[in-house]
């Protein structure tokens, strides 16, 4: 739409319509420069920040993001759908066209963290923090997905705004990344330095997202300080982000110190050395397995250090990449039995500095098939591609707990390429021993179960060749298919059902079984060797171990017919049998534990099963 220019009244208006700074806020900064200056900014933004929760974001938006600046309609102003030089492809309508879910561009907004919460785990009051997470179009928002922001001159996907998404160019980091139009880069890049400033404290703890450098200091990696430094200095404060900080401090107490003083930017951070950083990190050593089971294992290791900081770490496994992690361990599941298996790992850093690979290690799982309960986490059990829409994905819950089905989103990835689109987040709780069945609405299948959601399209319309993906708080924890695996089918016209019970980030064919098209009898169903048993879960009424945490290594049991009871297992979390007890109750209600260390075990009784703690 064409820009259209205040008002003298219209400005003043709106200008004063909020709290102007107020006398003093910024006292203490004067003769401050550097990191000083940012750690005493932080200090001022910190105490007088009143987190409103995630859903009070939309109450914001109808004062910190309407169009009073463009077509000046009182519409949402989002940055990845705004044309400033002509008509826009579509507008929103503030809290009427808010979702949750979308099919493309042009249908609905929602909430933008430009610094992707996946970085920060969705934590508190970062997850709710009105100023860097703008309103943006759903479709947009999904596509830019997790990326970092840089520059981009061979876009795979353009919005209808010019927004684009592809390889970055910026020297220092090579991998996908997301640029917004010119109009509004100096906006994002003074939101992302606000909340390295507001929670430089914690920055320590998030993940890098080859955005964050993991210190309180600079707290940007080095070619994303360049990056965004250079916005800032190319698209200068506007009245638009003025207002906004006005608006945002009259929500939720406190401001953007580089709107208000976008000198600032520089005092910190100065004119960024954009020489690249070829400095591999250091190579992990010491590693070690422990925790061996029939079919999983911990593995740990030395963390290794880097001139600027380690991202990650990639783990091999027989020369295979199974999986990255963002600390120095990670627990490999998927095993066979009575394997030999030799592990290796690299370290990351930013700029893809790859370090030299680690001395492998050698270790042999046990001569236990995995006894069911082994799982630690909500994971994938079954996909269904089958005929027309006969399309249905089943998550298990094989823990000991109920699982909070809030925290995770399904998507999926078109064609095996791209970003992930399509996020479907779930709701209610699901039980122990129980399994959730997501299945397209315009399925025909024969089976009888119960769907515990049905979608109409995506992500539900996937392909042998789309890649379905668990989210747990925007991070990928499961995955169906190959990501990035181009247009080959990996499972077309296929049943799949796993025979394992924890998730991967890494798809393997030998963790599924395959049945032919539109088998759909075990959907709904748990596979009794992913837990102890669906009764077997929770404490049964009559038996109950105390004290509970267990200690000196001495269980006491409480329940009835307890002589009648002839054997007695104790397993840990992971599902390995510890300790067998024949009639264990002949001669006292006590067993004495053995082969234990500290953490939660689980007895199994007869047909009763209790969860304790070993202290």
């Not at 309508?93 to 099919?103: E, H």
């Not at 390889?167 to 997301?178: C, I, V």
Request: proline share 6%; hydrophobic share 30%; aromatic share 10%.
């Amino acid at each position: 739409m064409k820009r259209i220019l205040f008002s003298f009244l219209l400005c003043f208006t709106l200008i004063n319509a909020f709290a102007q700074i107020p006398a003093g806020y910024y006292n203490g900064t004067t003769g401050l420069t550097g990191y000083s200056l940012k750690t005493k900014l932080s200090q001022i933004i910190t105490a007088g920040h009143n987190d409103q929760g995630y859903n009070g974001l939309w109450t914001g938006y109808q004062t910190t993001d309407r169009d009073y600046y463009y077509e000046n309609n009182g519409k949402v102003l989002d940055m990845y759908s705004e044309n400033p030089n002509g008509a826009d492809p579509y507008e929103y309508t503030i809290i009427s066209d808010q979702c949750g879910s979308y099919s493309g561009e042009g249908v609905c907004y929602n909430r933008e963290h430009t610094v992707p919460q996946s970085l920060f785990n969705s934590a508190n009051p970062m997850h709710n923090d009105i100023h860097f997470i703008p309103p943006t179009d759903g479709k947009v928002n999904g596509m830019r997905s997790d990326y970092p922001y840089g520059v981009v001159t061979n876009p795979t996907w353009t919005s209808q705004n010019g927004s684009k998404l592809g390889p970055n160019t910026t020297p220092g980091y090579s991998g996908t990344a997301f640029e917004p139009i010119n109009a509004f880069k100096g906006d994002i890049a003074r939101m992302i330095f606000y909340f390295v400033t507001r929670y430089q404290n914690q920055v320590p703890g998030f993940t890098s997202g080859n955005m964050l450098d993991g210190t309180t200091t600079r707290s940007l990696t080095q070619w994303e300080l360049g990056v965004l430094l250079a916005w800032h200095d190319a698209d200068p404060v506007s009245q638009r982000e003025i207002d906004r900080n006005n608006a945002a401090y009259a929500f939720q107490g406190n401001r953007n110190p580089y709107i208000d003083h976008p000198e600032w930017v520089h005092e910190v951070w100065g004119y960024v050395n954009t020489t690249p950083d070829t400095t591999p990190p250091t190579t992990p050593l010491n590693l070690a397995a422990s925790n061996i089971t029939g079919s999983t294992a911990t593995i740990t290791w030395t963390a290794s250090t880097d001139n600027i900081a380690v991202t990650g770490y990639n783990i091999y496994v027989n020369g295979i990449l199974y999986g990255s992690s963002g600390t120095n361990s990670i627990n490999i599941s998927g095993l066979n039995p009575n394997t030999t298996y030799q592990v290796t790992v690299v370290a990351t850093d930013a700029a893809g500095n790859v370090s030299p690979t680690s001395a492998p290690l050698d270790f042999t799982t046990t001569n236990t098939p995995p006894s069911g309960g082994s799982s630690n986490e909500l994971y994938i059990s079954e996909y269904v591609e089958g005929s027309g829409n006969n399309k249905a994905i089943e998550l298990t819950n094989a823990t000991l707990d109920p699982i909070d089905l809030s925290n995770y989103s399904i998507k999926k990835q078109s064609n095996g390429s791209g970003a992930w689109v399509n996020e479907v987040t779930l709701t209610g709780t699901l039980q122990p021993s129980s399994a959730f069945v997501i299945t397209n609405s315009g399925a025909a299948f024969t089976c009888t179960f119960t769907s515990n959601l049905t979608l109409g399209g995506s992500p539900l319309d996937f392909n042998g060749n789309d890649p379905v993906g668990l989210f747990k708080n925007g991070v990928l924890i499961d995955i169906v298919g190959t990501f990035n695996g181009g247009s080959a089918n990996f499972a077309a016209d296929v049943t799949l059902r796993r025979n394992v019970s924890n998730p991967s980030t890494t798809f393997s064919l030998s963790q599924w079984n395959s049945f032919p098209q539109n088998t759909c009898d075990n959907l709904g169903i748990i596979n009794p060797n992913a837990v102890l048993g669906t009764h077997e879960v929770q404490k049964i009424t009559g038996f109950s171990i105390y004290p509970n945490p267990v200690k000196n290594n001495e269980l006491f049991v409480k329940g009835s017919s307890l002589t009648t009871i002839s054997r007695a297992e104790i397993y840990d979390m992971s599902g390995a049998l510890i300790q067998v007890i024949a009639n264990p109750f002949k001669n006292s209600d006590k067993i004495t534990l053995r082969n234990v260390t500290k953490g939660n075990y689980i007895l199994k009784a007869g047909n009763n099963t209790a969860k304790f703690i070993v202290e």
